[in-house]
């Protein structure tokens, strides 16, 4: 039973077999998916998906990358979108603040943090998890979800965590999860190995961030569920615990902090 916390299965890199690929997870032991939205295009998407597949559900958001032309229409547009009885979340939200100086289209950081801020706000009003995107920006972000979590934030994930042990610890206090995919198995890595020694198991999932991040030997491949078991069991070797343990505790963290058993399951 392994729930893959963290897909982007609308992706057009499985434009070509999405069907076949999806109808496949369910023996190969991926049990639960959820699919993040990055833009409304994508939230729309995700929701399709998690009514299509009675083992899907969905995330609405947009990505700190893609915030640059957000309005107060789009929050709208997400509120309602987050009122399907398979939406779980809301993400894919937070703060990116790689590549300033290099890409010409980045988003600036004072809009990052308006629309960051707005979504998380959007999820205390729904009472709803976050899902939270942060990449080299690891003090703004904690300092806004500790102010989110003060406000009566439900709780949520870290995606693809990346920053240092007493970071993570930080985030457990407040009692939010922390995703850990294919990075965990690269060679020459040694921050998530350190994370993962001090963080326990009960604030780890387990998420794909799929087409991307494929674990090794796959690396650069297309990414997706079907790859999870080897994160599994190298989060097991560096826990020193059963890869069937970290499949069984990862699983009922994603359908707790998703509040899947009080969802309403839509069949296919």
């Not at 957000?70 to 979340?89: F, G, I, N, S």
């Not at 102010?147 to 965590?161: D, N, P, R, S």
């Amino acid at each position: 039973m392994i729930f893959d916390t963290h897909a982007h299965y609308d992706d057009r890199a499985f434009d070509s077999d999405r069907d076949e690929l999806l109808n496949s997870l369910k023996a190969a032991g991926i049990n639960r998916v959820c699919n993040v939205g990055a833009r409304l295009e994508g939230s729309r998407n995700s929701i399709e998906l998690a009514e299509k597949y009675d083992f899907f559900y969905a995330a609405v958001g947009i990505h700190p990358d893609d915030c640059g032309d957000m309005t107060e229409a789009w929050t709208e547009e997400l509120r309602v979108m987050a009122a399907h009885p398979k939406v779980v979340a809301i993400g894919e939200i937070g703060l990116d603040y790689h590549g300033f100086g290099v890409y010409e289209d980045k988003v600036d950081k004072e809009t990052q943090k308006k629309w960051f801020i707005r979504q998380l706000e959007l999820a205390i009003e729904l009472a709803l998890p976050v899902i939270i995107h942060s990449r080299n920006a690891a003090e703004d972000t904690l300092d806004m979800m500790r102010k989110a979590h003060e406000e009566g934030l439900k709780g949520g994930i870290i995606h693809c965590f990346s920053y240092s042990q007493e970071t993570a610890k930080e985030y457990v206090k407040m009692g939010f999860y922390l995703g850990f995919g294919g990075v965990v198995t690269y060679e020459g890595q040694r921050k998530l190995t350190k994370v993962l020694s001090v963080v326990p198991m009960e604030n780890i999932v387990l998420e794909t961030d799929c087409p991307y991040l494929a674990p090794a030997p796959h690396r650069y491949e297309r990414n997706s569920s079907l790859y999870l078991p080897l994160v599994r069991d190298k989060i097991a070797q560096i826990k020193g615990i059963a890869p069937e343990e970290v499949e069984e505790i990862s699983f009922k963290n994603g359908s707790r902090v998703y509040g899947i058993e009080n969802k309403k399951q839509i069949p296919v």
